[in-house]
């Protein structure tokens, strides 16, 4: 009964904080426009219309047409979708690997502890771009593939992090008393331990959501990623910038796209640490 | 002195890992790099012969040996694709990567420190406001995007410089750094909106510390306090940053080279990837991570320089 309270009490605090609201807001609008988006888009995403190139912002495209008379606006439905597809499975895989290997470093120590530290240690002081795109070479370039790498270059981060809550709980009087009543290992690290650094957690896999946006918008501007005629945010970009003169409003759509993904989660993350 | 072998040693212990590591996985991945190279019109036994003489037949550890000794000799092997020796590929292109991370590591530093002081000195003032808010967008939006927009207003709009118009450093350095300054800019905005945050948390939260007080009890004027106290404890985490942020910047430039068509490694990489052409790929992987763990021994060595506890710590 006091437990729910407290929970409540917390609940109505975080929406009572800025950050925290104006994240929910924008992150609910991403995710609103990508699953109208699955149901529904003006114009078909790579349909072609010759003659509406680069058309500016109009009623009839509300982003405007692309080099080859695509709706904007359909192909950044289209391209957002991926990009949090991929953002999703980045943080999945990233954060469950990572949880395991923290956990298990961290409350076990020993050799293994020490290696694979020192692994993820030369791992995390690499850029993530930079891993991913080792990644990507070696893997080839997909959706799937990229989802994979970015996924592997984000495990160090969050390996980290759990293994030092981990340091800080597996000597706690709680975990004491559960070992003194015969929990398993395992039982204390996933049923003792795990819930209480669920809020640390939380907090990480927010603030990894918006630079596993930023990581996959970066290696779809190269070109890596989802490959044409399927549309991402960061491929028409780079379209976009080789018809700047003619069209500047062609940046717009995705550019702000982006960063209304990122200023969401980053929101959002701000609001829970605080 | 003791501590600091100690620590190159760890670095080139931890260097041979990467190499190892990286020389497994480009060596285990499937895919004949003879038949590549070949491609498939040679007969079996031109197949059989290139395997011969690239070294392909050699077991496992005699091709990490070769290659590794090569790598000690400043010899990087030969790309699959080109042909030619990976070392003379990269020579013109590293320094203009270099050049451009050094550039965004100056601004960064020059924005954020400044910044990051005045806001936490008049922290809820105005200035604050608008540069917290400001913060969280910049780091919301990706540095390519930012380069995109900057060619448009400066480039296009305003013609502070000349989108493409690249400059060699061996034509004209002015012209060349020149050229650099609009990229920087774009890879340092979002690490220094990060500097800026960091800064202002950690000059706040050493202001609020006992030792703070009694320099000011001992009369010291507020400025007195702040950069002869308060700023040399403040500025400690933000040395790690520092230097997590200029081995991103050789990351983020790799991606800016892209926007303003900077013929730095860039475009060589990502051919490479594209082509899988590993060796040139192996080359630069291998120079970034010499490049980040020499950085990061830097900011040890800075620790100790900048905060005496830690040395008189271990020793």
């Known amino acids: 009964m006091k437990k729910s309270k407290t929970l409540r009490l917390n609940f109505i605090k975080k929406h009572r904080n800025a950050f925290f609201r104006t994240g929910l807001i924008i992150t609910g609008l991403v995710v609103f426009l990508v699953l109208l988006g699955l149901v529904w888009s003006p114009y078909d995403p790579t349909a072609m219309n010759g003659e509406e190139k680069l058309s500016g912002i109009s009623l009839r495209h509300i982003m405007g047409t692309d080099n080859m008379g695509r709706d904007v606006f359909s192909r950044v439905l289209y391209g957002s979708r991926v990009t949090l597809l991929i953002a999703t499975g980045t943080i999945l895989i990233g954060s469950f690997v990572g949880t395991l290997i923290g956990a298990l470093t961290g409350y076990f120590g020993g050799l293994a502890d020490d290696i694979l530290m020192r692994i993820m240690d030369a791992l995390f002081a690499f850029p993530s771009i930079l891993l991913a795109l080792v990644f990507v070479s070696l893997f080839g370039t997909g959706t799937w593939q990229v989802m994979v790498s970015l996924g592997i270059a984000f495990v160090p981060s969050y390996s980290r992090i759990v293994r030092g809550e981990f340091l800080r709980c597996r000597d706690m009087d709680y975990v004491r008393s559960a070992r003194l009543q015969g929990a398993s290992d395992l039982r204390i690290i996933f049923l003792h331990i795990l819930p209480n650094v669920k809020n640390v957690l939380i907090s990480a896999i927010l603030i990894g959501f918006n630079n596993a946006v930023l990581a996959e918008a970066g290696l779809s501007y190269l070109g890596i990623g989802s490959q044409p005629p399927h549309a991402s945010l960061g491929k028409m970009l780079s379209d976009a910038q080789q018809y700047m003169l003619s069209s500047p409003v062609y940046v717009l759509g995705p550019g702000l796209m982006i960063i209304l993904m990122v200023l969401g989660f980053s929101f959002l993350g701000e609001g829970v640490r605080e | ?315």
């Open chain 2, 1 to 315: 002195m003791r501590y600091l072998i100690k620590k190159a040693c760890m670095m080139l212990f931890t260097l041979l890992v990467v190499s190892l590591c990286v020389f497994l996985a480009f060596s285990l991945i499937p895919g004949d790099p003879a038949l590549r190279q070949l491609g498939t019109n040679g007969t079996p036994e031109q197949l059989e012969a290139l395997r011969q003489q690239m070294g392909l037949k050699d077991p496992l550890p005699v091709r990490y040996g070769r290659w590794l000794l090569g790598l000690l000799r400043g010899d990087l092997g030969t790309s699959y694709v080109y042909k030619i020796p990976v070392g003379s590929m990269l020579a013109e292109k590293i320094p203009i990567t270099l050049s451009l991370a050094l550039i965004s590591f100056v601004f960064m530093v020059l924005i954020s420190v400044p910044l990051g002081i005045y806001t936490a000195k008049h922290k809820d003032g105005v200035l604050d406001h608008i540069v917290m808010v400001l913060n969280q967008v910049i780091m919301a939006v990706p540095p390519f995007f930012a380069g995109i927009l900057i060619t448009l207003v400066f480039g296009m709009i305003l013609h502070l410089f000349t989108p493409g118009g690249f400059i060699s450093y061996k034509k004209s350095v002015p012209g060349f750094i020149g050229y650099l300054i609009a990229p920087a800019f774009a890879v340092a905005l979002p690490k220094a909106a990060m500097a800026v945050k960091l800064l202002r948390g950690s000059v706040i939260d050493e202001a609020a510390k006992d030792y703070t007080r009694t320099a000011y009890s001992r009369g010291n004027t507020t400025n007195g306090v702040l950069y002869r106290h308060v700023l040399q404890n403040a500025l400690i985490p933000v040395i790690t940053f520092l230097g997590m942020a200029l081995a991103d910047m050789v990351a983020g430039s790799i991606v800016i080279e892209q926007v303003f068509g900077i013929p730095g490694i860039s475009r060589i990489l990502l051919t490479s990837i594209n082509n899988r052409d590993y060796p040139v790929v192996e080359a630069i992987i291998m120079g970034i991570a010499f490049l980040v763990i020499f950085i990061n021994l830097l900011v040890d060595v800075i620790y100790r320089i900048v905060d005496p506890r830690i040395a008189s710590g271990d020793e």
